[in-house]
Every structure is written in C-alpha cells, then in structure tokens.
C-alpha cells in the first residue's frame, strides 16, 4: 500500500508556472505506474499525465497539457512532479496525484488504486 501526498497548488496568472509535488510513503514510486489528474468545478475527474515504472519507456499525457506540462519522477526522494508551464485558466481544477493505474494513453479514474488528497490550482486570467 501507498500514502500519497500532494503539495505546489496555488494561485498563478496566466501564463504562470507551477510546480507540483506528490510525495510517497510506504512503497516506493518506481514500484508504480504514476500519474496526475484533475478535476474542475461541476466536472468529472480527468487525465493529465502517467510515468511508467521504469525510464525508456514512453509518457504520455492529455492533449490539453501536451508541450506545457511534464511529468518527472525522483526514485530517491520518492517524489513525482508535475511542472506546468504557460497556465491558462481552464486548467484550474483541483490536481490529485495517483499511483497504480493502468500503463496505458488515456487511463481511466476508475482504474486508479490509490489517490492523494489533491491540491488546488487557481488560474487568473
């Protein structure tokens, strides 16, 4: 099993960067498929981005995020990122980091085994 713990929201203008953090304890990332997702108010929860569990393979991302933001993973820090670069305001929505979903282009919140608590992301414009 694995705790999860997001950190790096905030409010940013447009145009702004952010730094997430997802933090691990009780198992270690490269033991998991990881990823982020998001959810906006009134909307369902939806993909951003998934790293694999080891490097040289491919990471993929939503084509709302693709070229802005990156996905990265610290094996000894046990930390995932997320940076996001040219912030726009409908990317505000609340950001959850997750662990152990399917290795796949466009994985499902269903699918997902363990989620942090998620941290707030405020565009302006």
């Known amino acids: 099993q694995v705790q999860l713990v997001e950190s790096g929201g905030g409010l940013v203008q447009a145009g702004g960067s952010l730094r997430l953090s997802c933090a691990a304890s009780g198992r270690t990332v490269s033991s998991y498929v990881m990823g982020w997702f998001r959810q906006a108010p009134g909307k369902e929860r939806e993909f951003v981005a998934v790293?694999?569990?080891?490097?040289?393979?491919?990471?993929y991302y939503a084509d709302s995020v693709k070229g802005r933001f990156t996905i990265s993973r610290d094996s000894a820090k046990n930390t995932v990122y997320l940076q996001m670069n040219s912030l726009k305001p409908e990317d505000t929505a609340v950001y959850y980091c997750?662990?152990?979903?399917?290795?796949?282009?466009?994985?499902?919140?269903?699918?997902?085994?363990?989620w942090g608590q998620g941290t707030q992301v405020t565009v302006s414009s």
């Open positions: 997750a662990a152990d979903l399917p290795y796949i282009a466009t994985p499902l919140p269903r699918n997902v085994k363990y």
């Open positions: 790293i694999p569990w080891s490097d040289g393979n491919p990471i």
